[in-house]
T-cell receptor, first 111, second 113 residues
C-alpha cells in the first residue's frame, strides 16, 4: 500500500527566503506526482504535475523534482512571499488515477 | 483553469437527516472522485467513478453513497447523518486517459450536530 510522507510538517520563514519542501513515497511504481496548495478551509489548487518519466517541472517561482527510484520529490519555492503561506500537499498517482496524499507541510512566510 | 463546483460550501445539519453534497464539472472529464479530509489530516479517497454508471468505493470506508448518471455530475449522499460524518468533503475530476492532472473543487465543510 502506497504511503506518502511530507517533511517538515510545518515551516516558518521570513519573506525572501528560498525553501524546500520534501515528499517521500514507499512504492516507486507511480504514474505521476502532483503538488497542491490548500488555503485554510478551501479546496486544493494544483501547482505542478510531474509524470513518472519526467525529472522536474517549473512554474514561475516553483520548481518540483522527482526521483522515482528513491521515492522522493521536492518542491522548491524561490524568493518566498507572505502570499505563499498555505499548506502544501504532495499526492502520488499509483494507478487508476486515484491519489494518495501526504499530510502536508504548513508554510508561514512572515513579512 | 479548473471548473469544478461544489455546493453547499458549508452545511450544519442535525443527526439523522439525509443530505446530498453536489459536485459538478464543466470540463467533460470522465473520472470523478470524492475525498474526505479531517482537520490536520491527509485526504482519503472514499468514492470514485470512471464514467457514467460507474462507481467504486475508495480506500477509506464510508457510509455515504454516490451516483453518476451524467458525466458532469457526481453527487454524494448520506442517508442518515451522524456526528462522526463531520468533516470536509472534496470533489475532484480528471481526464479519462493517460496520467492526468486532478482538479479539485472548493470543498463542502459538513458539521453534524
Amino acid at each position: 500500500k502506497q504511503e506518502v510522507t511530507q517533511i517538515p510538517a510545518a515551516l516558518s520563514v521570513p519573506e525572501g527566503e528560498n525553501l524546500v519542501l520534501n515528499c517521500s513515497f514507499t512504492d516507486s511504481a507511480i504514474y505521476n506526482l502532483q503538488w497542491f496548495r490548500q488555503d485554510p478551509g478551501k479546496g486544493l489548487t494544483s501547482l505542478l504535475l510531474i509524470q513518472s518519466s519526467q525529472r522536474e517541472q517549473t512554474s514561475g517561482r516553483l520548481n518540483a523534482s522527482l526521483d522515482k527510484s528513491s521515492g522522493r520529490s521536492t518542491l522548491y519555492i524561490a524568493a518566498s512571499q507572505p502570499g505563499d503561506s498555505a499548506t502544501y500537499l504532495c499526492a502520488v498517482n499509483s494507478g487508476y488515477s486515484t491519489l494518495t496524499f501526504g499530510k502536508g507541510t504548513m508554510l508561514l512566510v512572515s513579512p | 483553469e479548473a471548473d469544478i463546483y461544489q455546493t453547499p460550501r458549508y452545511l450544519v445539519i442535525g443527526t439523522g437527516k439525509k443530505i446530498t453534497l453536489e459536485c459538478s464539472q464543466t470540463m467533460g472529464h470522465d473520472k470523478m472522485y470524492w475525498y474526505q479530509q479531517d482537520p490536520g489530516m491527509e485526504l482519503h479517497l472514499i468514492h470514485y467513478s470512471y464514467g457514467v454508471n460507474s462507481t467504486e468505493k475508495g480506500d477509506l470506508s464510508s457510509e455515504s453513497t454516490v451516483s453518476r448518471i451524467r458525466t458532469e455530475h457526481f453527487p454524494l449522499t448520506l442517508e442518515s447523518a451522524r456526528p462522526s460524518h463531520t468533516s470536509q468533503y472534496l470533489c475532484a475530476s480528471s481526464e479519462g486517459s493517460g496520467s492526468p492532472e486532478a482538479f479539485f473543487g472548493q470543498g463542502t465543510r459538513l458539521t453534524v450536530v
